[in-house]
């Protein structure tokens, strides 16, 4: 599979030396305070970006988004019938309270993620035993092939961290991990500070992606909420903070030109998604799914968000072309449509009641409430009302698990290595798709382990995604955050890290 570089297009020198004394505190401006710092129960950037400095999983992705080992000592022995997996661990992986890792952590947290996370779920109908079959070794056996399990063990939200087993509350009570920064102090809408866990044993290995070395040069890392993304654009170019993540595209001359800061820039990074609530209310009729999808232009949509080509692209593949799994399967007729009369065709058949679509944004991503605002005049163009709620992000994604308070979310995602990672697809996540028609092609996609093949299933995984419309891609963009002049090290990812961070002297 090709996939794109986890390190973009940056216009930051990442040319430096390793050998730097230890210590400073770094400060993070995020986009708002993460709902949870549990990342087995959220699938929000936010928490994973925060979470994976403290929890680790058995396995993570590198530069090039190939799995590759973390706690587990190397990939996993796989049998020939693609149904058992024989897992080594790492040995000396110490938890922040002190106790070592072994296979009874490894096989209660996995059990604990078949429970709670949302990719979890999605893999348990799959899994037939978890065992502990020696201190450091942990076997997975499947009912049938499964082709994502350790993407799936690999990724940072929903995700399969490792927890000592008699720490395994949902929810979770006690902030304990293996990851090279351990939680300090936690003040909510204040910041939560991170501290250098001196017992921490790093991957071996030149630093590759998220894998690798992870070194701990800061002493601390803050993570400070900053909502609004105009104040995060001050603050990058005051160098109030170390890091900025998430401004506006039309800040990036006015950053470039700042003395304090410069801009970060991930191309592509991924795509804004407007979530249909498939399950529930007005919205789990497929003729009135439609009918939205049939009403909006995205072409307007995203020149709102965006401003300039350098920072987008009209793309209605669900993968950019750098992806072996782009695909224009499906896309015609059902993209860019803008077609207020087809739109008005299909609420007549759906027997619209006329009750207000109730569209969830945050201006915390500036770019969500843009295209919010564009989207919102398509609907009533084509015989919609709408309810446009626009609430803080922690809000959003606490409104987001309750069917009952919404019909479309806005948000976005990277471009992630396995489409089976991308989280609408589970059926118990927010959206709730689950027709017939979706389990045969993503059970075919899932099941099979031929890459070639899956590529095809996944041309027909997204004929179904444009035709029952559970989502609807925007298009795809860049991010762009800011990092201080003095800081060295940064390496431009979809989930900012800050092992491997240093201050310049």
Request: charged letters at 20%.
């Amino acid at each position: 599979m090709v996939g794109t570089a986890l390190i973009g297009a940056a216009t930051l020198n990442l040319s430096y030396s390793y050998a730097q004394e230890k210590g400073g505190i770094i400060n993070v401006a995020t986009i708002g305070e993460p709902p949870t710092l549990d990342p087995m129960v959220s699938t929000a950037d936010l928490v994973g970006i925060v979470s994976q400095h403290i929890f680790e999983t058995l396995y993570t992705f590198d530069k090039s988004w190939k799995t590759t080992p973390l706690l587990a000592a190397a990939l996993p022995e796989i049998s020939a019938d693609g149904k058992v997996y024989t897992i080594k661990l790492r040995d000396g992986v110490k938890f922040h309270n002190g106790s070592a890792m072994t296979s009874k952590d490894v096989a209660a947290s996995l059990d604990r993620w078949t429970k709670v996370a949302s990719r979890g779920k999605q893999t348990a109908t799959m899994i037939k035993s978890i065992e502990a079959t020696d201190p450091l070794t942990v076997t997975i056996t499947l009912s049938d092939p499964y082709a994502p399990l350790v993407s799936l063990l690999a990724f940072n939200n929903s995700a399969a961290i490792i927890l000592p087993a008699d720490n395994q509350a949902e929810p979770m009570t006690d902030i304990i991990g293996t990851g090279p920064y351990k939680l300090k102090e936690r003040k909510a809408d204040q910041y939560i500070q991170l501290e250098r866990f001196a017992d921490y044993t790093s991957p071996a290995g030149e630093s590759d992606g998220y894998g690798g070395a992870r070194h701990q040069y800061v002493d601390e890392i803050r993570f400070v909420p900053v909502p609004d993304a105009n104040t995060r654009v001050e603050a990058a170019i005051s160098g109030q903070y170390d890091y900025v993540d998430s401004i506006p595209v039309e800040s990036f001359e006015r950053v470039k030109t700042s003395t304090a800061s410069e801009p970060v820039m991930l191309k592509p990074f991924g795509w804004p998604v407007f979530v249909l609530n498939s399950g529930h209310g007005m919205t789990k009729s497929k003729e009135l799914r439609q009918a939205i999808q049939q009403s909006l232009g995205q072409e307007d949509m995203m020149a709102a968000a965006f401003g300039s080509q350098e920072f987008y692209a009209l793309n209605g593949s669900l993968y950019p072309d750098s992806f072996a799994w782009a695909t224009d399967a499906g896309v015609e007729g059902h993209y860019n449509v803008a077609n207020p009369e087809k739109a008005g065709e299909l609420i007549k058949a759906a027997n619209y009641n006329g009750d207000p679509v109730r569209i969830l944004t945050s201006r915390q991503y500036e770019f969500h409430y843009k295209m919010a605002q564009v989207a919102a005049e398509y609907l009533k163009a084509a015989g919609f009302k709408v309810d446009l709620q626009v609430v803080d992000w922690a809000t959003l994604t606490q409104r987001r698990g309750d069917p009952s308070l919404w019909d479309i979310y806005i948000t976005h995602s990277p471009f992630l290595p396995e489409p089976s990672l991308i989280g609408m697809m589970s059926t118990s996540a927010p959206g709730n798709w689950d027709t017939p028609a979706r389990g045969k092609v993503v059970n075919a996609f899932n099941t099979e382990s031929d890459p070639e093949k899956r590529i095809k299933l996944w041309a027909d995984v997204q004929k179904v995604v444009m035709d029952e419309v559970p989502f609807i891609k925007i298009g795809d963009f860049n991010a762009v955050a800011a990092k201080s002049q003095k800081l060295e090290g940064v390496e431009p990812a979809p989930w900012p890290y800050f092992w491997n961070v240093s201050l310049k002297k």
